[in-house]
């Protein structure tokens, strides 16, 4: 099953990913995930990234196409894949579309989750992550048991430097811009499904699952 998990910043592309890693066994490949695990080990291409997300601009797609390239032929994307945060531009998407049809696997179906700004803005301001783990917390409405440690692996829980009132703001605004326009994109492809994401996370998942049951 080869998925893509779409939708403005705190549409819970992340939160969503993680729950159908664990029902369906097949591996997230989150680009934010993979480029601040690049920051924190402070590679080149971290370093390169680092500006562009702190602002909440887009890292420029030679970057981002190297990667998910390199990505996806891993032998762990063999039974599918569940893109999260990428194709975020129509160059991106193009490429992809090259890339996968070399390795002839297909996007199966593109799962647009639709929140509206004020809940999206609600959601990342108050959003903690694990510096270990990644998993992802929230201050008002799912906060750690114990405060500023994850109940998964007891690490620190902290914000993101690009959830803080400015570059959130800046997000949202980059991705009416440059990621909107991939809605029409694959709605003309004819596999494009929107769901409405403002639904608390367990009825989000049993809405994504009832649309996959027919790609499983
Ligand atoms: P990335 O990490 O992808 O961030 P994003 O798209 O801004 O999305 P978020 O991770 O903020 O939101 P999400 O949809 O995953 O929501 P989550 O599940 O966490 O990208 C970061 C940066 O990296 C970009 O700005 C860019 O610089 C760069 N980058 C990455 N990919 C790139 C690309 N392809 N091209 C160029 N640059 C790229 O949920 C959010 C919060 O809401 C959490 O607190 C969660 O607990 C809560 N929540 C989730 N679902 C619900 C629900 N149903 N009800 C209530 N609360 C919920
Ligand atoms: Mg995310």
């Given at each position: 099953m080869n998925i893509i998990l779409f939708?403005?910043?705190?549409?819970g592309k992340g939160t969503q990913a993680k729950k159908l890693v664990d029902f369906y066994g097949i591996p997230q490949i989150s680009t934010g995930d993979i480029l601040r695990a690049n920051v924190r080990e402070g590679t080149e291409l971290g370093l390169a990234a680092k500006a562009y997300m702190d602002k909440g601009e887009l890292v420029p797609d030679d970057v981002l196409i190297g990667i998910i390239k390199n990505r996806l032929t891993e032998q762990d994307c063999i039974k599918g894949f569940i893109l999260d945060g990428?194709?975020?531009?129509v160059p991106q998407a193009d490429a992809l579309a090259v890339i996968l049809d070399e390795i002839e696997k297909p996007i199966d179906v593109v799962l647009n989750l639709e929140v509206p700004d004020e809940e999206l803005i609600r959601r990342i301001s108050g959003r903690l992550i694990c510096s270990k783990c990644g998993a992802s917390y929230n201050?008002?409405?799912?906060?750690?048991?114990?405060?500023?440690?994850?109940?998964?692996?007891?690490g620190e829980v902290f914000q993101r430097a690009d959830d803080k009132e400015d570059a959130v703001q800046n997000r949202l605004s980059v991705y009416k811009k440059q990621t909107q326009p991939l809605i029409a994109y694959y709605a003309k492809q004819g596999i494009l499904v929107t769901l409405d994401?403002?639904?608390d996370m367990e009825k989000v998942f049993k809405d994504i699952k009832a649309v996959l049951v027919k790609f499983a």
């Open positions: 939708g403005p910043p705190g549409a990428y194709p975020r531009t201050r008002t409405f799912n906060p750690p048991k114990k405060e500023g440690i994850c109940d998964i692996c007891e994401g403002t639904k």
